[in-house]
């Protein structure tokens, strides 16, 4: 093959198969993250360097059990692979990715990509996994049967990269394996639709075989794009159900009998396993049992929250100390002035007020990666299941909503795998009371507020932070079951969910998402914070009083923030909260971290003197006019249990807006939230004060 000549290759395989960790090792650090035009379908690609000199762009599909496609995730792959997908060029070699321990379910969309005529190579992933179960695989045999090459491998650890670039550097452009053999009849119908399709040549008999295949015509049209070619479809189909033949069940089931014969020959179970169970059915007797498997889950979270109160200690005293110096620096070499304070008091009190806490998030992103990976996450799923089937949803809804408790955004897209429309339209809507890692900063200052300076043992910090997480949790499935019962009734669908063999997670692959994810949170703060540090210092500077000689505290009510924290007081009081922490709750729309970096900025502001505090140390010490403290344990308890229940995030909001296609469920959704976060918060400080708490 000549040098460079294959450019675009795309990696295909079912969810669970290895693919997204097989991507990160071809790929390394040479990724990028997005969106597919016009959904919300997160598209990655990345650039392999073969063993000669090719140079080849890869993009990691999002996993499909077929192409007959039941989620936007499923008819993204299935467009991108037949050359329909805007923006994304027609892929010209294939790789799919196989799980070796399920060999037959995963070749079932093997068999389709072979009939897309592509050059493909099949990785045979997890190869050690089949070993442990006993089973051998003969590559050669498989190789010959599916007229393709097969590379056994186990891409968390590297195993089989090289075999694997070998395989690629040896296509040719016109490669194409084996395919199953269909009826006659099937195949004269496929071939005289196909005839008629306007689609590229090659992918006329694999588009007329799927069209064939859906029952909805509405999809049909919405797929070909032409009512004539519905029309047809619907007439082929007719004339196979008067021959007998299913035209939903018929090729799918000349697949599977295909693929049972390669089976049969290259696959063989060795020893006598009648009676034995895997290691991962040893491992769910525990992990998913009715006691011991809620009890290994909680404790899981609570070592992650005790985790991010003792090893993010001290890289955060490292962050902290290098922006305490350099404030002072610049404290130390600018005489003192305007542009001085908007280092020191907006961008340096702004972003570094939000920056610090990034090995916090850290710690999160990195306990969530070895439970995804580790095959533990489903197996919360399959826990959850049981108490979700009390709100009306399954444990396929707790997936999405667990994936949002580092972010609800991805949280929010991840509900495509869900096909009820409802149940996925009551996950969107409560997905967001899960705490996003935006809202630890939030936590973790309010935390350090109720503790006087050097008390406070980390499990007793971690205890209160695992309560605020399972209120969000909580208060999620109660507002699931309000919304099955109301606006969106619907009959509890049944549970239908993979769980894949345990394995060790990749230290390579989380290692690579962090990283990305740290980028993303260090953009952030370098984008939208380090902006709305700058506006925020301005409203709370501006416009100056005419007297210069007025205490910093006047000034700052006098302050274009001072006006706005002063309009929205009342509304607030009832919660404990005074104007300033109102002008924190307003920014942070934006983004809930940035309430953080606003309270540093007011401040530091208002601050009389100069010296570069600790923000902790600065709200500790602040009071009210009669004297009593602003941050009492109610207050700081109160503003964590309004940032659990609020929606603070506009980004998530426009994410709602294109999932649900519709501005009707985002303003509902801010409108209910922000009732449940003022309700919540009043309840806390009014009842506290009740019973003769501060």
């Known amino acids: 093959m000549s040098k460079n000549f294959l450019q675009n290759i795309v990696i295909a395989g079912n969810p669970n198969c290895g693919k997204s960790t097989l991507f990160n090792a071809l790929t390394g650090l040479r990724q990028k993250t997005g969106n597919y035009p016009g959904v919300t379908v997160e598209k990655k690609t990345g650039r392999l360097y073969g063993l000669h000199g090719e140079i080849y762009e890869l993009l990691d599909l999002p996993g499909s059990y077929s192409l007959q496609v039941r989620s936007p995730d499923e008819a993204v792959s299935r467009d991108v692979l037949l050359g329909r997908q805007s923006d994304t060029p027609p892929p010209d ?66 195993r089989g990269l090289v075999e694997l670039k070998t395989a690629l550097a040896t296509l040719k452009a016109d490669s194409k394996g084996l395919r199953a053999t269909m009826p006659d009849l099937l195949e004269k119908e496929v071939q005289a639709l196909g ?114 109160f003792t090893i993010a200690n001290y890289p955060m005293e490292w962050i902290d100390a290098f922006f305490t110096a350099t404030s002072g620096l610049i404290r130390e070499h600018l005489p003192p002035g305007d542009f001085r304070s908007l280092l020191t008091d907006g961008i340096i009190a702004g972003v570094g007020g939000v920056v ?106 971690a205890g209160i932070m695992l309560a605020a997480y399972l209120l969000g949790a909580t208060m999620a499935f109660i507002m699931a079951w309000i919304f099955k019962k109301t606006l969106l009734k619907g009959e509890r669908p049944m549970l239908l969910l993979e769980l894949p063999p345990y394995r060790l997670p990749s230290v390579h692959s989380i290692a690579l998402r962090m990283m990305e994810r740290a980028g993303l949170f260090l953009k952030r703060a370098g984008t939208v914070i380090f902006c709305l540090s700058i506006l925020l210092w301005a409203l709370a500077t501006y416009p100056k009083p005419a007297d210069p000689d007025v205490s910093h505290a006047v000034a700052m009510q006098t302050s274009f923030a001072g006006h706005l924290g002063r309009f929205i007081e009342p509304v607030l009081e009832p ?68 940032y659990v229940l609020a929606m603070q995030c506009i980004a998530t909001l426009a994410i709602v807006r294109r999932e649900t296609n519709s501005w009707r469920w985002p303003i509902f959704q801010f409108a209910y939230m922000t009732l449940l976060a003022w309700t919540g918060s009043f309840i806390v400080y009014q009842g506290g004060h009740l019973l003769g708490y501060q």
């Open 93 to 158: 070699a294939i790789i799919c990715v196989v799980d070796a321990s399920n060999l037959e379910r995963n070749l079932y969309l093997t068999s389709q990509l072979l009939e897309l005529e592509l050059p493909t190579v099949l990785a045979l992933n997890m190869v050690d996994v089949a070993e442990q179960e006993e089973l051998h695989i003969d590559v050669p045999a498989l190789e010959k049967a599916l007229g393709i090459p097969v590379v056994p491998m186990v891409a968390s650890e590297g």
């Open 575 to 642: 919660l404990g909260y005074d104007w300033k922490i109102g002008i924190g709750l307003v920014a942070s729309l934006a983004a809930r971290e940035v309430f953080v970096g606003t309270m540093a900025i007011v401040y530091n502001v208002e601050s009389e003197t100069g010296d570069s505090q600790s923000l902790q140390t600065v709200l500790q010490s602040q009071t009210r006019p009669d004297g009593s403290p602003v941050f009492t344990p109610l207050t700081c308890i109160g503003l964590m249990v309004f």
């Open 356 to 461: 610090i806490f990034l090995p916090q998030i850290l710690i999160l992103f990195l306990f969530l990666g070895i439970l995804e990976d580790s095959g533990y996450m489903a197996r919360a799923a399959f826990i959850m299941d049981r108490f979700m089937a009390k709100v009306g949803l399954h444990g396929k809804s707790f997936i999405p909503m667990l994936s949002s408790f580092a972010c609800a955004i991805p949280g929010i897209m991840a509900t495509r795998t869900i096909e009820n429309r409802k149940d996925r339209l009551v996950t969107i809507l409560v997905a967001p009371l899960m705490s996003c890692s935006a809202r630890l900063p939030v936590y973790a200052l309010m935390i350090a507020l109720l503790f006087p300076p050097g008390e406070g043992s980390a499990l007793e910090k």
């Open 195 to 308: 005839a008629q399709l306007v689609v590229p040549e090659r992918f006329r008999r694999a588009e007329a075989l799927l069209l064939i295949g859906q029952t909805d015509v509405a999809q049909i049209r919405s797929i070909t794009g032409r009512q004539e070619d519905a029309e047809r479809v619907t007439q082929s189909q007719a004339r196979l159900q008067e021959a007998g033949l299913s035209p939903v069940s018929t090729a799918v089931e000349a697949r599977y009998a295909w693929l049972q014969e390669i089976c049969s020959g290259s696959v063989r179970r060795e020893g006598d396993t009648t009676h034995r169970l895997s290691l991962s059915d040893r491992l769910d007797a525990v992990f998913i049992h009715k006691f011991w498997g809620w009890t290994i889950f909680l404790g899981v979270m609570g070592l992650m929250f005790f985790s991010i």
